[in-house]
């Protein structure tokens, strides 16, 4: 006598074969996706790269009346003039970061919101992530401080001769974009340094970069389980902050900023929306910029960077205690959050 099925159990029994289906379809077309998702990843940033160049060329020949020879003869002098330093790196931010999101997005057919994490915050948490980065500063001044003082092995002097080299530069780079003493000054720091760039390397990093490796490394369990695995999103979180921190080319500051990077991947994931990090972030770039227009106004009697080394070394320790108890806050929040969508 055959088996008798009700609706349901039918319904079941198809909804199980449907589901088999498509995991052995996703499974068999897994490499030809990692490979259109690399090409797309390549495409998005090469294009931002060419886009970046390009503008920059324009915006040189336009300062100097398109006279290609003269520009080619004045190029040698960006660092010194202000404005057009300022110009180019908001160019370079918009094209290199901002964009190349986006346009992966599109490719990808999905909505730029869900796909980059850019879902309304929870006020709690966005605070939080803020309050961290005041709460770090001199956790921060300490590994920077040990970062600096590292040295390469006998025989690379050479090496390392040219890595401080670079850093003096980036350096220079950093503090000709935020000099001057005019509120304009400040205003053009705050735009570009703090909300353009931080928007944007946050867009790109951990919107784009974090959630775009976790997608593919976890892959095979999502599809069987609707979840990504924790492993995966730690791996992420500690790939793209290696990444961030080694594309600024300060490898005196590496340490530092691969922690940074990492914490603002966990705050992503924490969180579950990128606009935390990119708070965070905006925060750790505004207090660079507001600390060094108020040294160059003779405000300051002390120096900040100096948070957390002798005298004041014990701000250090309180700093690690309060960042773990704000960590276990956001994610709390975060479990609550769930919770009540369930």
């Known amino acids: ?26 499974m068999m077309k897994g490499p030809f996706e990692v490979i259109k998702q690399l090409m797309y990843l390549l495409f998005v940033i090469l294009g931002g790269m060419l886009l970046a160049w390009l503008l920059t060329i324009f915006v040189l020949l336009a300062t100097y009346s398109f006279d290609l020879v003269k520009a080619m003869e004045q190029s040698g002098r960006l660092l010194e003039d202000t404005g ?4 180019t790196q908001a160019i370079q931010s918009f094209s290199l970061f ?4 986006f346009f992966m997005a599109l490719l990808n057919k999905e909505k730029p919101v869900s796909y980059l994490g850019l879902q309304r915050p929870n006020g709690r948490a966005l605070v939080l992530g803020i309050l961290s980065i005041v709460t770090a500063i001199p956790l921060i001044n300490v590994l920077v401080s040990w970062n600096e003082g590292l040295h390469l092995p006998a025989g690379l002097e050479g090496v390392e001769a040219w890595m401080r080299q670079s850093e003096a530069t980036a350096t220079a780079l950093t503090e000709q974009m935020l000099s001057g003493t005019s509120w304009l000054d400040l205003t053009w720091s705050l735009l570009i340094i703090a909300i353009l760039a931080g928007f944007g390397e946050e867009l790109f990093f951990r919107g784009l970069l974090q959630q775009w490796l976790g997608r593919l490394l976890g892959r095979k369990q999502r599809v069987m389980t ?12 500690w790939v793209v902050a290696f990444v961030f921190s080694a594309i600024h080319l300060q490898f005196f500051g590496f340490f530092p900023r691969l922690l940074l990077g990492a914490w603002f991947g966990y705050l992503l994931w924490w969180s579950g929306s990128v606009w935390v990090p990119v708070a965070a972030h905006m925060t750790n770039n505004a207090l660079s910029a507001l600390f ?10 002390g120096d900040p960077d100096n948070l957390g080394l002798e005298a004041s070394w014990w701000l250090s320790p309180l700093s690690l205690v ?15 959050e769930s919770a009540t969508l369930i």
């Open 1 to 26: 006598m055959p088996t008798i099925l009700t609706v349901q159990e039918k319904t079941g029994s198809k909804i199980v074969a449907q589901n088999l289906i498509f995991v052995k379809n996703s």
């Open 84 to 87: 057009l330093l300022r110009l």
């Open 98 to 101: 901002v964009l190349p999101p």
């Open 226 to 237: 609707g979840q990504t695995p924790d492993w995966v999103k730690h791996l992420s979180i």
């Open 292 to 301: 060094l227009f108020a040294e160059n106004k003779g405000w300051l009697t």
């Open 322 to 336: 309060a960042l773990t108890a704000l960590a276990l806050l956001i994610r709390q929040g975060r479990k609550r």
